[in-house]
């Protein structure tokens, strides 16, 4: 049975995440910003574990985790957190960048830092749910691509610094799909939002696992994934 901690396992990818790999058996631990939302999150998966940190706040999670109980062994760590926040550069402030960029990107990274050890130890792997965002760039996508190109900069050198450690590095470069973040680009687009247009969740849920789950003797660096309709 594998340990896995992810985040932004309460909607969207995520949520389909967690729920493949609890109906198949593994052990979760479930990131939440708040004990509220943890109660809440795990209320779906029974036996799913939770940990509480705000990844709006990087600088405080090292602090958050010390506070709770970690595995001594982790299997992955998958990054599925994100946000969104649309506008041009002449308009966005510097709170929506600092925004987007701690939780798309700094918080990640710290993440990451933190539970290294324990991913050394199984040589584990590490997913990030990036984006396309993170491969092109429009107007009004300013900032949240900014975090999602610097998160696949991440991903590239972290792979390389752990290949001797074992550790597999995988990045999911999904296009747009059917979640509350979808609904979220739409409203702040002007624009109708119909989920049946966009990619399932589950269909991103299936990519990443098949890069999860691939045998050791080969790695997926980079998934795309793109409407198919």
């Given at each position: 049975?594998?340990?896995?901690?992810?985040?932004?396992?309460?909607?969207?990818?995520?949520?389909?995440?967690?729920?493949?790999?609890?109906?198949?058996?593994?052990?979760?631990l479930?990131?939440?910003?708040?004990?509220?939302?943890?109660?809440?999150?795990?209320?779906?998966?029974?036996?799913?574990?939770?940990?509480?940190?705000?990844?709006?706040?990087?600088?405080?999670?090292?602090?958050?985790?010390?506070?709770?109980?970690?595995?001594?062994?982790?299997?992955?760590?998958?990054?599925?957190?994100?946000?969104?926040d649309?506008?041009?550069?002449?308009e966005?402030?510097?709170?929506?960048?600092?925004?987007?960029?701690?939780?798309?990107?700094?918080?990640?990274?710290?993440?990451?830092?933190?539970?290294?050890?324990?991913?050394?130890?199984?040589?584990?792997?590490?997913?990030?749910?990036?984006?396309?965002?993170?491969?092109?760039?429009?107007?009004g996508?300013?900032?949240?691509?900014?975090?999602?190109?610097?998160?696949?900069?991440?991903?590239?050198?972290?792979?390389?610094?752990?290949?001797?450690?074992?550790?597999?590095?995988?990045?999911?470069?999904?296009?747009?799909?059917?979640?509350?973040?979808?609904?979220?680009?739409?409203?702040?687009?002007?624009?109708?939002?119909?989920?049946?247009?966009?990619?399932?969740?589950?269909?991103?849920?299936?990519?990443?696992?098949?890069?999860?789950?691939?045998?050791?003797d080969?790695?997926?660096?980079?998934?795309?994934?793109?409407?198919?309709?």
């Amino acid at each position: 049975m594998a340990t896995h901690l992810i985040t932004g396992a309460g909607s969207g990818i995520g949520a389909a995440v967690a729920r493949r790999l609890h109906e198949r058996g593994d052990d979760l631990l479930l990131l939440a910003r708040d004990a509220g939302r943890a109660k809440e999150i795990a209320a779906g998966l029974p036996g799913a574990r939770t940990l509480v940190g705000d990844l709006t706040n990087p600088d405080r999670l090292s602090w958050a985790l010390a506070q709770q109980a970690l595995p001594d062994r982790l299997d992955s760590l998958l990054h599925i957190a994100g946000v969104v926040d649309l506008g041009e550069v002449g308009e966005l402030t510097p709170k929506s960048w600092h925004h987007q960029l701690n939780v798309n990107l700094v918080a990640p990274a710290e993440l990451t830092r933190l539970l290294l050890p324990q991913l050394r130890i199984s040589h584990g792997q590490v997913i990030f749910v990036n984006s396309g965002a993170g491969l092109a760039t429009h107007a009004g996508w300013s900032a949240y691509a900014a975090s999602k190109h610097g998160l696949k900069a991440l991903a590239d050198g972290l792979r390389q610094e752990e290949r001797p450690h074992g550790v597999r590095v995988t990045s999911v470069y999904p296009g747009r799909t059917a979640s509350p973040m979808q609904a979220k680009v739409h409203q702040q687009e002007g624009k109708e939002y119909d989920p049946a247009r966009w990619i399932d969740p589950e269909s991103v849920a299936t990519a990443l696992l098949t890069a999860l789950d691939l045998p050791r003797d080969a790695q997926i660096d980079d998934i795309t994934v793109r409407p198919g309709r």
